[in-house]
């Protein structure tokens, strides 16, 4: 019976953990500002075999509070639909200059 508590005990710590944790990322990339989207959308065109692009990877994956940067989001999430990532980069050249186009906007914009 003792067994059966801890380990239900312990389940129990591990999720909510967890699930703190997934709410912090997620409150902490909703404050995504300019800089962060900039530096992102860099990450992901680095020319660099060793990034393994977690930056562009939390970037992608959690919305942001700020309509503009939101919108420069999904459409990045187009781009990255559109040109499929092949086994020598993570998006062709074509994609890599509409994701510099929309990086040149997002410096631009007030």
């Not at 459409?75 to 559109?82: M, P």
């Not at 086994?87 to 509409?98: K, V, Y």
């Amino acid at each position: 019976m003792n067994t059966i508590f801890v380990v239900c005990l312990i389940l129990v710590v591990f999720i909510v953990f967890f699930a703190w944790a997934s709410n912090q990322a997620k409150a902490k990339h909703a404050k995504f500002d300019k800089s962060d989207v900039l530096s992102a959308l860099k990450n992901l065109i680095a020319d660099d075999s060793t990034n393994n692009h977690d930056e562009f990877d939390m970037f992608i994956s959690w919305p942001i509070n700020d309509s503009y940067l939101e919108s420069i989001r999904k459409r990045t999430r187009e781009i990255i639909a559109k040109y499929k990532p092949t086994a020598n980069c993570a998006i062709p050249a074509a994609g890599i200059r509409e994701i510099e186009e929309l990086m040149i906007e997002v410096q631009n914009h007030a």
